[in-house]
């Protein structure tokens, strides 16, 4: 069975552009989540999809947006590229929202702002 | 606002000894709670995991326990094996955060 996959797997912007990033989740899954982890940082959480609709979204401005596509993959967008934005970005799905389902990760997409 | 907790940065372990990983949270809500391992440049693996429930879940050498009134977990590796030398996270999922909320990790170096 195929694992959570994203791409791409580097990408470098410079300040003000904007970048998308893409998931899919382990077949079968209806919920993606997305992460970010800075340098030095835990784990924060950005969006939570499930059936096509945002049902959380963490303490990020909203130029961090995202969507669900029928198929359950998802984007994530983040607009007008700061500095701060360098990070590896983690992508997660379940069958369900925890605690009946554990969420599995993707490897990730680490994003370099210069 | 750090509601999970892992205040040792990093552990340094004997191959076959006792790995005890640590985790606070200040959530008396939180119902549900993982342990996740993570190599450098790959994504978190779930290893295990513990509802609010039960003091102790156990699966081959990992076992987790639960100690509610302290609002303290822990993750016991034994035995220690070079290969479970990665970044250990704890997460927490309940209440009205309706997110999981990770620590900020241990760096596990087990010593051949």
């Known amino acids: 069975e195929a694992g959570v996959t994203q791409s791409p797997t580097h990408l470098i912007k410079t300040r003000g552009q904007q970048v998308t990033l893409r998931c899919s989740p382990i077949s079968g899954h209806t919920s993606v989540y997305w992460y970010q982890q800075a340098l030095g940082l835990g784990l924060q959480f950005l969006l939570w999809y499930d059936e096509g609709e945002e049902r959380n979204r963490g303490n990020f401005p909203p130029r961090f947006s995202g969507r669900q596509f029928p198929n359950y993959s998802s984007e994530l967008n983040v607009n007008a590229l700061e500095l701060e934005d360098s990070a590896l970005y983690l992508c997660?799905?379940?069958?369900?929202?925890?605690?009946?389902?554990?969420?599995?990760f993707g490897p990730g997409t680490r994003l370099l702002v210069l | 606002d750090q509601q999970v907790k892992q205040n040792s940065p990093s552990l340094s372990v004997q191959e076959g000894r006792i790995s005890i990983l640590n985790c606070d949270y200040t959530?008396?809500?939180?119902?549900?709670f993982l342990w996740y391992k993570k190599y450098p440049a790959e994504g978190p693996t779930f290893l295990i995991s513990?509802?609010?429930?039960?003091d102790k879940n156990e699966d081959g050498r990992f076992t987790v326990f639960l100690n509610k009134s302290a609002k303290h977990l822990s993750l016991h590796i034994v035995p220690s094996q070079p290969g479970d030398s990665a970044v250990y996270f704890c997460?927490?999922?309940?209440?009205?955060?309706?997110?999981?909320?990770f620590g900020t990790g241990t760096l596990l170096a087990v010593q051949p």
């Open positions: 513990i509802s609010s429930i039960k």
């Open positions: 997460a927490a999922w309940g209440g009205a955060t309706n997110k999981l909320i």
């Open positions: 997660a799905s379940s069958w369900d929202r925890p605690p009946r389902e554990t969420q599995y």
């Open positions: 959530n008396s809500m939180f119902d549900y």
